[in-house]
């Protein structure tokens, strides 16, 4: 599926080159907010974290 869009993507950009301008202003903009980071760090990072079963003292 990832795959899907970053094709579609790129054949966008291809058809339209004014539109890496706008893209890399808006990767810009979300890569400049440290809080949106670090959320998609952790759903990143979240499947691959084991599972806690109990509380742990």
């Known amino acids: 599926m990832r795959w899907l869009i970053l094709g579609a993507l790129l054949g966008l950009l291809i058809a339209y080159p004014a539109l890496l301008a706008v ?3 808006v ?3 979300i890569l400049s907010k440290p809080l949106v980071v670090a959320f ?3 759903l990143a990072v979240r499947p691959y974290l084991p599972r806690l079963r109990r509380w742990t003292r």
């Open 23 to 25: 893209v890399l202003v």
């Open 27 to 29: 990767a810009a903009a």
């Open 40 to 42: 998609a760090a952790g």
